[in-house]
């Protein structure tokens, strides 16, 4: 029987890619998305789960929205989850070429979209995550949060969030492997890929490193279906090898 798969932020360039390729796999598919679901996949298996970007007038709306999903995705008990939330730009903020750029707006957008959202869906799946044997966490980074690889600096937002969001996975996964031995929850590097969020920086790739989405999700999920419990807490690269914090 194909394993359940959940792709959170489906709606994503990487998420949709990832729908895509599960769904030509054989695989049932949940997806979750502010957005609506794609025209091209209404027809096609997946059953498409939206969340109410505006839900609640207080802090704890979003939340409560996000709870709501999870607890009726889990029910079909998925083994192998995405978590696919990303921001690096939009019209008014590009990536801090300096210190002297850095503003708060952007900062706080970025850590709202690229932590504190994987957050609130790692903490609504965790009781679930503690229970499911062999389940496997893929949540999406970029290897420019590595501390230990920077060497360009710049970037600051986004290189600050994704820091952030490797440090959540490390230390969820390690009290994840408290209650369960067979998990395995991990941050990952995507590669560069033809979507909204690289596309204003794409004449920088070298040439041949540039993939279409379809190409990404096949090899992310080359990485999931390898992933072992005992590479929880690590970033990996989009081929499986590890990269330094």
Known sequence: MAEQVLIIGAGSGIGRGLVEYYLQQGHPVQAMSRSNCPEALTKTAVQWRQLDANAGDDEEGPELAINKLVA?????????????????HDNKHGPEKTLRQLSPSQLQ?????????????????????????????????????????????????????????????KTSSIELQRYNKTAALVSLHPGTTDTP?????????????????????????????????????????????????
């Open 72 to 88: 009726e995705a889990i029910i079909a008990q998925p083994t192998i989850i995405f978590i696919c939330q990303g921001w690096l």
């Open 197 to 245: 969020l690289s596309a204003p920086f794409q004449a920088n790739v070298p040439s041949g490193q540039l993939q279409t989405g379809a190409a990404t999700a096949q090899r992310l999920a080359r990485v999931a279906a390898n992933l072992s419990p005992e590479q929880s807490g690590k970033l990996l690269n989009w081929d499986g090898t590890v990269l330094p914090f």
């Open 109 to 169: 957008k970025s850590f709202a979209i690229n932590v504190l959202q994987p957050a609130l869906y790692l903490k609504a799946l965790f009781g679930y995550l503690t229970k499911q044997p062999q389940v496997k966490v893929l949540v999406l980074s970029a290897k420019v949060g590595s501390i230990t690889d920077n060497q360009l600096g710049g970037w600051y937002s986004y290189r600050l969030s994704k820091a952030a969001v490797n440090m959540l996975v």
